[in-house]
Structure formats: C-alpha cells, structure tokens
C-alpha cells in the first residue's frame, strides 16, 4: 500500500499519473487489484493498493517508472507499507478480475463509503485478532450496500492490521455497526487493542466502474473471484 502526499499545485498530474500506472498494471499477468483512493481528509493526499498474485508479479515496469518518476517530480512525500491478506485468502486473489472493464465503460462511481481502519493490537493477541477478523469480513461481504471488506496484516510489523471496508453509501456503512456480526467482533476484540482503533475515509478514484469493485450476486461461478 503506498501514501503519496502532493502539493495542491501537483495533486491533479500526481492522480492523472497514478490512474495511468493503474490503466497499464491492470493489463498484466498477476494483478489483482490496482486501485486509486483520494483522502476526504486531506484532497492531495492519495493511497494506491496493489495486489498481486505473488511476490514476483508487479515488481517493475513502464508503469511503474513513469508512476515514480511523477512522484518525483512533484517532490511528493511517498510511504509504502507491505501487507498480507487476512481474508479473503482464497484463489480470489489469484484470479483477477481487474479487467472485467475497459476504459470506454462510463464512470459510476461517487458517493460510495470507503474507509480504512487501523488496528493497533496487544502483542500475543494478533492470531486471536486476525481470527476475528476473517470471521467478520465473511460475514459482512453477504451485507446489502456492501463492495468489499477486506484485512490485511502489516510484514513489517504483525501487530498491526487494515480493515478496508468499501460501501454502497454511508447509509450502508452505518447499518453495518448495527449487524450481529459486527457486534459480535467488536466485543471479541475490545481486550485485544493496543490504542484506539482509528478510521480514515477516502473518494475512490480507480478504477471508475463499481464492477472492478464488486460483481452482480448473479454472476454464478464468477463470484468466486469477487475480490
């Protein structure tokens, strides 16, 4: 996951950069994912998420250069941050579905809830955490309104966990505080913190289509690869 702050004065070329890399990652062998995310917080700053099959996809490319290169020139502040998948850990993240649009598909993104919450939790509890959290996350794809809900673990540091959690609206979002299985991680979880859980909230800029997010419920065998 990389955070890239950018000055006002280079925010616009920074995500036009950043869509580009995306448009040419999603057309290789192995992406998963490639999506572009603009705090509500702070307008200038964005954070890309990679996902690739395996450690060897994704590594170098034009894309890539030409990405660095933009964040170079507008001499953004750039911090990256590996993870692995908490859930889902299925084939979903082998089989992409990055590609099921193409660029002349009109953009029906907007409004959508997207927010990552981090959690910090007491060393010793992270495997209990992650438990969790997986039980939770496959609870909460099955919600109406719900795209995605993922989590992931930091590499670097095992404590630390991203919940991300993309919604239809708001509305959506705050009827899943209301569910039985939220309730039920919540409670399981309150004595396995760290700090404070914190929220951050984002505008999807990539990819534009909400079926690079999510496929129809009808798609059968497809939904296999939802993720």
Same mark, same amino acid.
């Given at each position: 996951?990389?955070?890239?702050? *950018?000055? &006002?004065?280079?925010?616009?070329?920074?995500?036009? $950069?950043?869509?580009?890399?995306? !448009?040419?990652?999603?057309?290789?062998?192995?992406?998963?994912?490639?999506?572009?995310?603009?705090? *509500?917080?702070?307008?200038?700053? *964005?954070?890309?998420?990679?996902?690739? !099959?395996?450690? %060897? +996809? #994704?590594?170098?490319?034009?894309?890539?250069? !030409?990405?660095? $290169?933009?964040?170079?020139? !507008?001499?953004?502040?750039?911090?990256?941050?590996?993870?692995?998948?908490?859930?889902?850990?299925? &084939? +979903?993240?082998?089989?992409?579905?990055?590609? @099921?649009?193409?660029?002349?598909? =009109?953009?029906?993104? #907007? #409004?959508? +809830?997207?927010? /990552?919450?981090?959690?910090?939790?007491?060393?010793?509890?992270?495997?209990?955490? &992650?438990?969790?959290?997986?039980?939770?996350?496959?609870?909460?794809?099955?919600?109406?309104?719900?795209?995605?809900?993922?989590?992931?673990? +930091?590499?670097?540091?095992?404590?630390?966990?991203?919940? %991300?959690?993309?919604?239809?609206?708001?509305?959506?979002?705050?009827? /899943?505080?209301?569910?039985?299985?939220?309730? $039920?991680? @919540?409670?399981?979880? =309150?004595?396995?913190?760290?700090?404070?859980?914190?929220?951050?909230?984002? =505008?999807?800029?990539?990819?534009?289509?909400?079926?690079?997010?999510?496929?129809?419920? #009808?798609?059968?065998?497809?939904?296999?690869?939802?993720?």
């Amino acid at each position: 996951m990389t955070r890239i702050a *950018l000055d &006002a004065s280079s925010a616009r070329a920074g995500a036009a $950069a950043a869509v580009d890399a995306g !448009a040419a990652a999603i057309e290789l062998p192995g992406c998963v994912r490639f999506d572009v995310l603009r705090s *509500l917080e702070d307008e200038n700053t *964005l954070v890309i998420a990679e996902i690739w !099959a395996d450690a %060897s +996809s #994704g590594r170098d490319g034009a894309w890539r250069e !030409a990405l660095d $290169a933009a964040t170079t020139a !507008a001499s953004a502040r750039v911090e990256r941050t590996r993870y692995v998948a908490v859930e889902p850990t299925d &084939a +979903s993240w082998v089989d992409t579905h990055a590609r @099921r649009w193409t660029a002349s598909d =009109a953009s029906d993104v #907007g #409004g959508e +809830s997207v927010t /990552h919450v981090r959690c910090d939790v007491a060393r010793g509890d992270e495997d209990a955490f &992650a438990l969790e959290c997986a039980k939770n996350a496959r609870a909460s794809v099955r919600e109406d309104g719900n795209l995605r809900f993922d989590a992931f673990r +930091s590499v670097e540091d095992g404590t630390k966990f991203i919940l %991300s959690e993309v919604y239809e609206t708001p509305d959506a979002a705050a009827d /899943h505080k209301n569910t039985e299985h939220y309730r $039920a991680w @919540r409670d399981a979880v =309150a004595g396995m913190m760290a700090t404070p859980r914190s929220a951050e909230r984002y =505008a999807i800029v990539f990819p534009p289509v909400r079926s690079a997010w999510k496929f129809d419920p #009808g798609c059968e065998d497809e939904c296999e690869t939802v993720w």
